[in-house]
């Protein structure tokens, strides 16, 4: 079956790094737009970033401000998000997902991983 995996979550100080990666199954995933949404106990769940099958990337105007970047590997049907400069308010739980395009509520994504917890200590 089509799944998605993440890993590299986990328990950080404020200003160190994570790097996020997401395996996916099942089928090829050339043609989907790859990405992570992200969301918060009591919050509304955001999107992060993406990048389409030829390289084409999307962040979050809001909150990653050149901290983050997300990258691929086609071959390997996979996608990582290098997280730098942590703050407390980046922790929550990180969701990989894949679509044709990516809506910022999240509502046309076709597969989502189960996630992964993030959490920035001050």
């Known amino acids: 079956q089509v799944q998605l995996v993440e890993s590299g979550g986990g328990s950080v100080q404020a200003g160190d790094s994570l790097r996020l990666s997401c395996a996916a199954s099942?089928?090829?995933?050339?043609?989907?737009?790859l990405g992570w949404f992200r969301q918060a106990p009591g919050k509304e769940r955001e999107f992060v970033a993406s990048i389409t099958g030829s390289g084409g990337t999307r962040y979050n105007r809001d909150f990653v401000k050149g901290r983050f970047t997300i990258s691929r590997d086609n071959a390997k049907n996979t996608v990582s998000l290098q997280m730098n400069s942590l703050q407390p308010e980046d922790t929550a739980v990180y969701y990989c997902?894949?679509?044709?395009?990516?809506?910022?509520?999240?509502?046309?994504?076709?597969?989502w991983g189960q996630g992964t917890q993030v959490t920035v200590s001050s």
């Open positions: 997902a894949a679509a044709y395009m990516f809506l910022p509520n999240g509502r046309n994504i076709d597969y």
């Open positions: 099942g089928r090829t995933f050339s043609n989907f737009v």
